[in-house]
């Protein structure tokens, strides 16, 4: 099985400053016959089901902020905020859909300082 | 607007059984691969198991491998999943989940995401 690991568990930032969350799998989920990363990120606020904010790493899904963005290849990603607002507080995950199970990372918490 | 709504949710005792159901609309069901992903109380998210669009292709996360089973009725638009053999660890929200793209194939983004259902192992 892939794991995946997000780091930090949980963050601090400022309004309107910059918050990164990495997220590293164990093994490559980069599939080589179409140069795809099969990487997804979610953003999951209170009692709300998740939202699908990147996908193949680093296509953001329609409607979703252009401050957010995802980037990296092979093992390790990272999922950017530019500008953090109030409304971004929540908890995100990072998923690999490259391989059965399709495991998700544990999930950090972000906050507003 | 795509819909999904899950239903058969509730309190069992452990070893019990309960057949979710997850209700899809406005999309063609048929095309799509559909997951199920669990959270447990104040945990992270939890894969579970998916099916493609045929319902020829199943996959299953091995803490319920043996024990669930996902199925589609692409007649009648709706996935579930049978659990058996309940555990106190099942207890969890359950998420059923569309995939981005209509080629049937289970390796992608979860895209849509219906409300849960909340399934309690208690004795």
């Known amino acids: 099985d892939i794991v995946m690991t997000q780091s930090p568990d949980s963050l601090a930032v400022s309004l309107g400053e910059r918050a990164t969350i990495s997220c590293k799998s164990s093994q490559s989920v980069l599939y080589s016959s179409n140069n795809k990363n099969y990487l997804g990120w979610y953003q999951q606020k209170p009692g709300q089901p998740p939202k699908l904010l990147i996908y193949?790493?680093?296509t953001r899904e329609s409607g979703v902020p252009d401050r957010f963005s995802g980037s990296g290849s092979g093992t390790d990603f990272t999922l950017t905020i530019s500008s953090l607002q109030a409304e971004d507080v929540a908890v995100y995950y990072c998923?690999?859909?490259?391989?059965?199970?399709?495991?998700f990372g544990q999930g950090t918490k972000l906050e507003i300082k | 607007e795509v819909q999904l709504v899950e239903s058969g949710g509730g309190l069992v005792q452990p070893g019990g059984s309960l057949r979710l159901s997850c209700a899809a609309s406005r999309f063609i069901f048929t095309t799509y691969a559909m997951s199920w992903v669990r959270q447990a109380p104040g945990k992270g998210l939890e894969w579970v198991s998916a099916i493609s669009g045929s319902g020829g292709g199943t996959y299953y996360a091995d803490s319920v491998k043996g024990r669930f089973t996902i199925s589609r009725d692409n007649s009648k638009n709706t996935l579930f999943l049978q659990m058996n053999s309940l555990r106190v660890e099942d207890t969890a929200v359950y998420y059923c989940?569309?995939?981005?793209?209509?080629?049937?194939?289970?390796?992608?983004?979860?895209?849509?995401w219906g409300q849960g259902t909340k399934v309690t192992v208690s004795s």
């Open positions: 193949w790493a680093s």
């Open positions: 998923q690999q859909y490259y391989s059965s199970p399709h495991t």
């Open positions: 989940a569309k995939v981005m793209a209509s080629t049937g194939a289970v390796f992608d983004a979860f895209h849509i």
